[in-house]
């Protein structure tokens, strides 16, 4: 019945110093437009136009839909997902 909204993975790969919202590497988050799943909020602020377009099929030339990297927007401590779609 009507249209569902997929869902990504973003799981932690690599963490530069320290993430300040206790994410550690190996954690998992299930995202959409909808669901933060328990993400930084910082990150998912940042992340949301990317996941709003891509979970609305749309594309973004440089990036694979199915799976990307994204780096949180905290560089000094450097947070680096891969989001992948389940």
């Not at 993975?9 to 963490?15: D, F, L, N, P, Y």
């Not at 320290?18 to 328990?38: K, L, P, Q, R």
Request: glycine residues 8%.
């Amino acid at each position: 019945m009507g249209w569902k909204e997929p869902v990504y993975e973003a799981k932690v790969e690599s963490i530069k110093k320290s993430c300040s919202a206790g994410h550690e590497v190996g954690d998992v988050f299930e995202i959409n437009t909808h669901e933060t799943g328990g993400i930084c909020g910082y990150c998912y602020h940042d992340l949301f136009p990317t996941l709003m377009c891509i979970c609305m099929d749309g594309k973004i030339p440089w990036q694979d839909s199915d799976e990307f990297t994204y780096e949180c927007p905290d560089s000094y401590n450097l947070v680096t997902f891969v989001i992948r779609k389940k």
